[in-house]
């Protein structure tokens, strides 16, 4: 994992865009520190540039149980990234990583999430705020876009990336900072 905000770093390069080692959370003055980044590769092309941010370094178990507000900053590395490429996608990463019980809890959640996406190009960014007791409140290029509601969501959400299930074990482990 990249190190963390203690260690003096403002900021690391990855895929050529600058990753903060600290952000803000706008709404509450919340400082957050890097816990981990990693850039996703599809057919050896990269394709998006992922970065946690949270008080510390944690389990996913943790992360899930914390009470404080969480970050995941995902930036395009593609030239586009088409809104039919980004709900095709979720859809297949919530169906590989969720129970099927969860899927169907969670329905019309993950249909209102899917449903938001747009086409993005290079450098753009996606933010997902997690709220504990609220949701996740996410943004499209500093644009706030939906606040989908509930723990449960947040939690499922997580998981896509860092949980049990996740899609991709490389992003997990990279983004919890090599912590479990």
Same mark, same amino acid.
């Given at each position: 994992?990249?190190?963390?905000?203690?260690?003096?770093? @403002?900021?690391?390069? %990855?895929?050529? =865009? /600058?990753?903060?080692?600290?952000?803000?959370?706008? &709404? #509450?003055?919340?400082?957050? $520190?890097?816990?981990?980044?990693?850039?996703?590769?599809?057919?050896?092309?990269?394709?998006?540039?992922?970065?946690?941010?949270?008080?510390?370094?944690?389990?996913?178990?943790?992360?899930?149980?914390?009470?404080?507000?969480?970050?995941?900053? @995902?930036?395009?590395? %593609?030239?586009? =990234? /088409?809104?039919?490429?980004?709900?095709?996608?979720? &859809? #297949?990463?919530?169906?590989? $990583?969720?129970?099927?019980?969860?899927?169907?809890?969670?329905?019309?959640?993950?249909?209102?999430?899917?449903?938001?996406?747009?086409?993005?190009?290079?450098?753009?960014?996606?933010?997902?705020?997690?709220?504990?007791?609220?949701?996740?409140?996410?943004?499209?290029?500093?644009?706030?876009?939906?606040?989908?509601?509930?723990?449960?969501?947040?939690?499922?959400?997580?998981?896509?990336?860092?949980?049990?299930?996740?899609?991709?074990?490389?992003?997990?482990?990279?983004?919890?900072?090599?912590?479990?």
């Amino acid at each position: 994992g990249l190190a963390a905000a203690s260690a003096g770093i @403002v900021a690391r390069e %990855l895929a050529g =865009f /600058t990753i903060p080692d600290t952000v803000r959370i706008e &709404r #509450d003055g919340s400082v957050l $520190a890097l816990v981990g980044a990693h850039v996703r590769t599809y057919l050896l092309r990269n394709i998006t540039l992922f970065a946690l941010y949270a008080e510390r370094p944690l389990s996913f178990e943790s992360l899930v149980a914390s009470p404080t507000p969480k970050r995941v900053a @995902v930036t395009v590395l %593609l030239p586009e =990234f /088409t809104a039919e490429r980004f709900r095709d996608g979720w &859809r #297949d990463q919530f169906a590989n $990583a969720l129970t099927e019980v969860q899927r169907r809890q969670l329905a019309l959640q993950i249909a209102e999430f899917i449903d938001s996406f747009e086409t993005l190009e290079r450098g753009e960014q996606l933010v997902f705020d997690f709220f504990p007791g609220e949701g996740v409140r996410f943004s499209i290029r500093g644009e706030p876009k939906r606040t989908i509601a509930g723990d449960a969501f947040a939690a499922a959400l997580l998981g896509v990336w860092m949980g049990p299930r996740a899609v991709d074990p490389d992003l997990r482990r990279a983004l919890l900072g090599g912590a479990p």
